[in-house]
């Protein structure tokens, strides 16, 4: 499942703790949010869902930050290998977050054109790692050598965001980017 969600649905599903990540975590049920059912979507606008999201830097964050520019609004990708999909591709240089940022860069709206593209995904993330994967436990050391054996034109791409005990803490890595509008969520693959 593939959806645009906003920030609350993800702290919410977090602090629920059952591992779904929209408002309908009480059920147990994941729900996709409708674009066309937001006020932006009927009215004919970018049907994008705004995300609330911040938090203090880290050497992680800083280093992100330094690559998709420190104030630009950005949209973010996070779950698995339907988004972090180089390693799947003929052509690993040109996996979904490059070839997002070069539509959004084509868009004739000057906001949406401005937004820098990020990828927090990493390969087998599952429901029940989003909040923190323990290499021991899922690993994704096959993924991270072959980021570095790929010549990725930026250097946000060569690596993933780990934190200095070895650990992905994707939620938290988002409430490290500055400026976030959008976060594209994959998770549950095939």
């Not at 059952?18 to 009927?42: E, F, Y």
């Not at 401005?114 to 436990?137: G, H, I, S, W």
């Not at 490290?176 to 693959?189: A, T």
Request: positive net charge; aromatic residues 6%; glycine residues 6%.
């Amino acid at each position: 499942m593939t959806t645009l969600i906003n920030a609350m649905d993800v702290a919410f599903a977090v602090a629920g703790g059952c591992g779904v990540t929209t408002s309908a975590v009480t059920h147990g049920i994941p729900q996709r949010r409708q674009l066309h059912s937001s006020p932006a979507g009927r009215a004919g606008r970018a049907a994008w869902l705004p995300l609330l999201a911040g938090g203090a830097a880290t050497a992680a964050a800083s280093k992100r930050r330094a690559v998709t520019g420190l104030r630009a609004s950005k949209v973010v990708l996070m779950g698995d290998s339907v988004l972090d999909n180089f390693f799947w591709l003929q052509t690993p240089t040109r996996h979904l977050r490059v070839q997002l940022q070069e539509q959004l860069a084509k868009s004739r709206n000057a906001k949406v054109k401005q937004l820098q593209c990020v990828n927090l995904a990493v390969d087998q993330m599952t429901t029940f790692d989003f909040v923190e994967r323990k290499p021991q436990e899922n690993p994704w050391e096959t993924y991270a050598k072959a980021r570095k054996l790929v010549a990725f034109e930026d250097d946000e791409d060569k690596e993933y965001v780990v934190d200095s005990d070895g650990v992905i803490r994707s939620v938290e890595n988002l409430r490290r980017l500055e400026d976030v509008k959008w976060v594209v969520l994959s998770l549950g693959g095939n």
